[in-house]
C-alpha cells in the first residue's frame, strides 16, 4: 500500500495545530474559553486526533516517529492548559473577593440605644435630693385596699374626697390606688417612729384629658419623729423647691384641706420662666406661682389607726404629681405625650 501523504506534511500538521493550540490556550479569558480550546484540540473530534487519524496513512517504520510526535505535542498542550488553568482560577478568585470587598472604614449604623423616660428620671431626680436629707424609698402596691386607700388616711365612706378621686373599684373592697398616700399607713404600720419616707408609684384615676390620665404618678412623703413641725415641713420643701428648680425659686404654703393633714397647704413655686413680672406668661398664667404639691401636718388620726401614741409624735406629709414636675422642667405641653411612646418626644430626653 502505497502512502498517499507524505511524512513531512503530517509532521508539519502537527506541528502547525500545536502552535496555534498554544497560541489559542494563552488567548484564552476565562475557564470557559480554555474548556472550549481543550476540547477543541484534544477531545475526540480536536485537531490533534484528527491529525492523528492520518498515521494509519504513513509507513511502518515512520509511525513510531510520528506517535512521538503526537504525543510530545499532546503533553506540552495538556501541560500549557493546566498553566492557564491555575492562573485564570487565581484571577476569578481576585475578581469576586473584589466584587465581595467590605469595607471595614465605613462609619457602623448607629443603635439608638433609649433614654430614659421623664418619668422615671424625675422620680430619680426627686429621691436623689431628697435622699441627702435622709429620706429612704420605699413603695406600696398598685391594687390596694379600699380600707388602705380612703378611711386609713382619714376619708370614711360617704366623704366628699372620694369623689374627689375618681376611683376605679377592683371589686369588693379593693381598689387601683387612687393616691400614694395609702404607703404612709402601711410604712407606719410596718416600723416603728421614726420614719424618713419617699413612696414613688403609679396611681390610678377615671379621668383623661391634656392634664389628666388615667394612669399617673405621685411622690408620697413622710417624716414621722418627735417634734417635727410646719417649719420643717417648710425647709425641706424650700430646700426641695430649691434643688430641683433652681436656687432662686420661692415658696409658698396656701392653706388648704386634706383629710390626712391638719392644717392642710398647697404649695406654689416661684415661676421659674417669668419670675412673676410677664402677666402674659403662659406657663403661670401671670400669676408668678405654680402650684406643685400639696401637703401638711400628719392627722392625728392616722397615728392612732396607725398604732402610734399621738401624743408623743408629730409628722408632716406631702405628695407632689411626677407628670407635673416633670412637665415644668422640661416645659412639656400636654401630659399626653408622656405615654403615647413617641420616639420623637421620647428621645429628646
Ligand atoms: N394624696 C393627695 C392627692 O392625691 C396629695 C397629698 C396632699 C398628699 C397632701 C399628702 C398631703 O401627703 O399631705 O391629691
Redo the contacts with the bound molecule.
Sequence with gaps: MSTSISLETIQSGILEKGEAALKQIQQSNTLADLDQVRVSVLGKKGTLSEALKALGQVSAEDRPKLGALANEWKSKIESAIETKKNALEILEIEASLQKTKIDVTIPSRKKHAGSIHPVTSTIRKVSQVLGRIGFDVTVGPEIETDFLNFEAVNIPKDHPARDM?DTFFMGPGVVLR????PV?MRAMRAEKWPIRILCPGAVYRNDSDATHSPMFH?I??LWVDQKVSMSDLKGTLDFFAKEMFGSETKIRLRPSY?P??EP?AEVDVSCAICGGRNHKCPVCKGTGWLEI????MVHPRLFELAGYNAGEISGF???MGVERIAMLMHDIPDLRLMFQGDQRFLKQF
Design positions: 378621686q387612687s393616691q400614694t398616700s404612709q405621685q408620697e412623703g386634706f390626712f393633714v392642710g404639691l400639696g401637703a401638711g406629709a406631702f405628695g
